[in-house]
């Protein structure tokens, strides 16, 4: 199950990053919505603690205003996500 959760993180962040990349903020703002509602779906007893902590950290993608700096963190998250989905 965290596998393909995982992998949709993954693919959604990416999606985010793109899209604020791209100037399509109301895009990646629905993007953003789907990413929170994936995080909920990975369970997080069974999850590695360091993905645990990655997970609570995008709480903060909330609160940037920087548009710029959220698509480059996105982009990143989307990475670790994504190589940590491909570990499993």
């Known amino acids: 199950m ?3 959760a995982l992998s ?3 693919l959604d962040l990416d999606r985010v ?6 100037g399509s903020n109301k895009v990646a703002e629905r993007f953003l919505e789907e990413v929170f509602i994936r995080r ?7 999850t590695k603690a360091y993905l645990v902590k990655l997970l609570n950290n995008l709480d ?3 609160l940037e205003k ?4 959220l698509a480059e963190d996105a982009l990143l998250y989307s ?3 994504e190589n940590a989905s491909l570990s499993l």
């Open 66 to 69: 920087n548009k710029k700096k």
């Open 40 to 46: 909920d779906e990975i369970e997080k007893k069974t």
């Open 17 to 22: 990053a793109t899209a604020y990349f791209m």
């Open 60 to 62: 903060r993608f909330k």
């Open 2 to 4: 965290n596998k393909i």
């Open 79 to 81: 990475k670790l996500f």
């Open 8 to 10: 949709s993180l993954a």
